[in-house]
């Protein structure tokens, strides 16, 4: 009987060994894999992320389509196609434009360099206040040493464009094969998303109510994200472009731009902008007795007044604020945080990892809570 019982038990002890052993090989080629994967869709990363971007973005679009359609593959061919034009377009026409008043610009600041005019005003009256400072900034930069710093420097960023602009041809192939990929993935991503997303949701290993939290966090993090500042930046940066444009300023695209980009930054995004540009224009034609570029400097102050901050400290908080629990410093944090990481594609995936942290946070301490309380 004895024996029976020993050898039932070693049995069961090697079955149990068996089991532990297969689920660490398992466990260990998983995490292979993974890391495997990783480093084969990595070169790709970013045209798959943007893809993911973009499905997002016109998923509504694709709805109403498919239900017109009732067929997925139609629905997605008619959808990336639209995409295709829509985004490939208008980027040829900027990237086309902020070339060439890059260019322009570079030329026009070392013209003034080199006549000591670095403001740009013509002096009459000794007293005013801008033409002191034009006097000051000549003194200053008439210093061979200064001088040479300020060529050097203008040489180098020129070259850094050159250089730029030559890579961006060399590597035309790429991008054909970036592009290529994104609206491939694009294209089953809109068929196969919410499948895609169902197959995620099922294998994690936590309860419903957690799954359902975190997706929705998820969720309302990238519509705040992609609403509030994407679409909202983008927004701000054409009405610049157009503003600037309208008042006769050189380079309103390039201005246009730098207020998109800018426009990440809380409460002063593109004030940095609309600020010196409205002070440089009303001082310059006060200065020159141009009433003109004095007026051009007012209306610029209003239409920032009245146009980018109501849009910054009304319009954006409200976005982000009715759609997500989440603090608008993690997200922010996130934001600039994620593009240092892990480059353009941050700007999305550094706020969904610190809204995943948060969140696993949060279900942690109710977790703990039920636990002490059992």
Known sequence: MQNFINKEYH????????????????????IVLIYLS????????????????????????YKILYKKTKRKNLSSFI???????????????????????????????????VSGNILGVKCTDKDNFMCGMSKYVKKVTSDPETRYFIDSTIKDISDSITKSITNLIIAFPRRILDIAILFFVMFYLFRDGGAFIKKIRGLLPIKEKYKKEIFEQMNEVTFAVINGYI???????????????????SSPILWGI???????????????????????LFLSG????NTSTALKGIIL?????????????ILKPKIIGNKTEIHPAVIIIGLIGGMFL????????????????????????KEKLLFEAD
């Open 258 to 280: 730098m207020i998109m980009l800018l426009s990440i930054l809380p409460f002063i995004g593109p004030t940095l902008i609309w600020v010196p540009g409205s002070l440089f």
């Open 11 to 30: 049995k069961a002890l090697k079955g149990v060994i068996n089991i532990n052993r297969s689920k660490y090989f398992f466990l260990a080629l998983f």
């Open 79 to 113: 959808l990336t196609i639209f995409v295709i034009i829509v985004i490939t377009l208008p980027s040829v026409f900027i990237l086309n434009s902020i070339i060439r008043e890059a260019a322009v610009s570079s030329v026009v600041i070392k013209q003034r360099i």
């Open 286 to 289: 006060y200065v020159d007795g």
């Open 38 to 61: 990783y480093r084969i869709v990595r070169p790709v990363l970013t045209p798959i992320i943007i893809a993911a971007l973009l499905a997002y973005i016109f998923k509504p679009v």
């Open 301 to 313: 102050l209003l239409c920032g007044l009245f146009v980018f901050s109501p849009i910054d400290n």
């Open 231 to 249: 679409i909202v930046g983008v927004i701000q940066g054409i009405l610049g472009s157009f503003i600037f444009f309208a008042l006769g300023v």
């Open 342 to 365: 892990f480059g353009f594609v941050g700007f999305l995936l550094g706020p969904l990892t610190l809204t995943l942290l948060v969140t696993i946070i949060n279900i942690y301490e």
